[in-house]
């Protein structure tokens, strides 16, 4: 049977084949398409065309899904075509399933009929999710705009898988060969030793380093030869551009994806496609969102402004850097930081070897959600993936979930949570909800565990976080089940939440280890951590506050046919924005991959405006934390209602009410970022 039409059980990652993925993609779209036809000739009624339709759709999403998350860390050129040929398809299935106007009515009918009020609240949502969702994929629109419509969305498609194979594929061209050892003084140990077995394994003597994070940031942030920071820096900051291959050129890309979603929005009738984007979300407004961002950037820029000038100042004095240009600043930035709190991210990454990290990890979720988490088996993708299993309270598997944390050639950049089967009851049964976590981290050498520094102990926690609100569901409706329907810009939340807790004390002294020694970390070392914490933050919030104005603006008033570019765009937010100026050549633009070939345009926002939700859901972990510490059986178990159990089946500022007994409140965030009263630091 080919494996990617086998919905028995867990997928059989360790048999798809490329030559699988035509031939199951086109079955399965038929058996959709019959599923439609079938469900509008039904009755309006949820058992009759809503639950058969359902079905079809999350095989098909099933399916596909495993292709895309193959492509997404195990690409090769076979894999690739395969994906490429089948997207079209997939594209122009969706457009017609939010286009067809007999559905449309089936579901108006449905929410106008008696039996709607006798629907579950789920469902409900559900509903209403659907007619929205009918409305913005053009269902309203007369026949030759709904032609249109649908070009576009498969031409999106092609242009943003084109973007991140560029992106990969520009990554994966360069690398540096130093063979001179001089020029590595600074560096660590462990990352001179990954660098030499990479360049072993290409038959070479000296050290091989790369654009893949584990390789670059080390370098960048410890390596004394500066000319080799420079070259690393300008070849990370061009990927992808055109100072690069032509055909790896996101430039054009960029200008006809701007192009291709101003005019869909138009068809749609909206003034810019900002305000489709907004439209499932938690914010009301472009106007809005700016306005959000504004007042973040009125409290951060005083301690950005003190943070640039600080550092120049340092960089000058004690480095003798006279100019800090933008590959210079991650060296100085750990040079000061290690005089300052005497410690540095090296020293520290010691003490989180993998093998302490991960049980660390799965004890903070097991006594907050009284869960437990066990390593369990299933076929994988790469002989690095790990695969586990959630008990409840009861002992009964309730989610699985695969890590997957290494680096490698094949597998795009960054970290994330994907799911690969959601929860929802099928007849007597309940499906087990599954989860994949992504990660881009360095592998051991050397013989040793592999080790994590304290920035990416917080990525691990923050993508376990989206996977807990994947996995920790009750909804047993799968349109709103987990991460489904839950707006864009509040499903940061719970992945936010669970970074608060990689500063506690009570929590870090459990999940260290110091890999040579054994010793958990110091007390005084972690008071140097947390005095450390916000080092920099006005720098780090108002670069994250660029990259969000440029998405909503980009998305709500550029116009590519102006004659000016994307990338002038930037610089005029920079301008306004910025206290640390990248070099002019600089392509940020042609790497961002979250707007450009993810779910984020004029959506990036929405890490601020969840992490302003997070911060104040964990201020009550906080209150309670006198009596009971921050890991609090009580508050876990609220949080777990009416966060992370609901799903997307009410709106989150529903939910955040439900939990926190008010509205939102911005002064936890600020007060996490030692920012809460807006005036200049002394």
Known sequence: MNPLLDFSGLPRFDEIRPEHVAPAIDELLGAGRRALASSIAAPAAWDQFVAPLEDANERLGRAWGQVAHLHAVMDNPALREAYNAAL???????????????????????????????????????????LRDFRLGGAELPLEKKQRYAEIQEELAKLSAKFSENVLDATNAFSLLIEDEKRLSGIPADVLQAAREAAEKDAKRGWKFTLHMPSYLPAMQYAEDRSLRETLYRESATRASEFGKPE???????????????????????????EVSLEPKMAQSTAQVIAFLDDLVRHARPFAEKDAAELREFA?????????????????????????????????????????????????????????????????????????EIRDRAGVVIGHFYMDLYARDTKRGGAWMDDAIARRRKGAEIQTPVAHLNCNFSRAVGGKPALFTHDEVLTLFHEFGHGLHHLLTRVEDLGVSGINGVEWDAVELPSQFMENFCWEWDVLRNMTRHVDAGS???????????????????????RQIEFAVFDMRLHSEFDPSSGTSAHALLEEVRNRIAVLRPPAYNRFANSFSHIFAGGYAAGYYSYKWAEVLSADAYSLFEEMSESNGVLDARAGQRFRDEILAVGGSRPAAESFRAFRGREPRVEALLRHNGMIAAQVPT
């Open 520 to 542: 958990p970390i110091p007390k005084p070392l972690f008071d140097r951590m947390i005095a450390a914490k916000n080092f920099h933050s006005g720098l780090a919030m108002l």
């Open 316 to 388: 000058g004095h004690e480095l003798k850097i006279d100019v800090l240009q933008a590959w210079d600043v991650p060296y100085a930035a750990e040079k000061l930081r290690a005089k300052r709190y005497a410690f540095s991210d090296q020293e520290l990454k010691q003490y989180f070897p993998e093998d302490v990290v991960l049980p660390g990890l799965f004890r903070v979720a097991q006594a907050l959600y009284q869960i437990e988490i066990l390593p369990s088996k299933a076929p994988v993708w790469h002989e690095d993936v790990r695969f586990f």
């Open 248 to 274: 790896w050129d996101n430039t054009p890309l960029i200008a006809r994806i701007v192009e291709l979603r101003r005019e869909l929005a138009a068809l749609l009738g909206y003034a810019n496609y900002a």
């Open 88 to 130: 079209p398809k997939i594209s122009q299935y969706w457009t017609e399933l939010g286009q067809n106007l007999q559905l449309y009515q089936k579901y108006k009918e449905l929410g106008r009929s008696p039996q709607f009020a006798a629907l579950s609240p789920a469902r409900r949502k559900i509903v209403e999710n659907a």
